[in-house]
């Protein structure tokens, strides 16, 4: 495993756990902000996570395609990286 999908799954882990608390804190009736603070913690490690992702995924398996031959591989690659970029810019 890349060092940046390490970083990344410790993220992934972070958040879990971020995520079961912010259930509990629902569960308990807890202050708003203090809800909503916790959320936007738990969004940034998930982005931060696709971040480490997606620099991987160019320096490897993008990388890879890039410098083959085979054109319709090419043309794959770009659109899947163009499909996850428009996701993630929703």
């Known amino acids: 495993m890349t060092t940046n999908k390490q970083k990344a799954l410790i993220n992934f882990k972070k958040a879990n756990s971020l995520t079961a608390k912010i259930i509990q804190m629902v569960e308990d009736g807890d202050y708003c902000i203090d809800i909503m ?3 936007l913690a738990v969004i940034g490690l998930l982005r931060s996570a696709h971040e480490m992702l997606m620099e ?3 320096n490897s398996c993008f990388k890879n395609a890039m410098s ?3 054109e319709k591989k090419k043309q794959q690659m770009t659109e899947e990286i163009l499909k996850v970029t428009k996701l993630f810019n929703k």
Do not use: D, E, F
Request: charged content about 0%; glycine content about 0%; overall charge neutral.
């Open 56 to 58: 991987n995924h160019l």
């Open 68 to 70: 083959s031959t085979n």
């Open 37 to 39: 603070q916790q959320n």
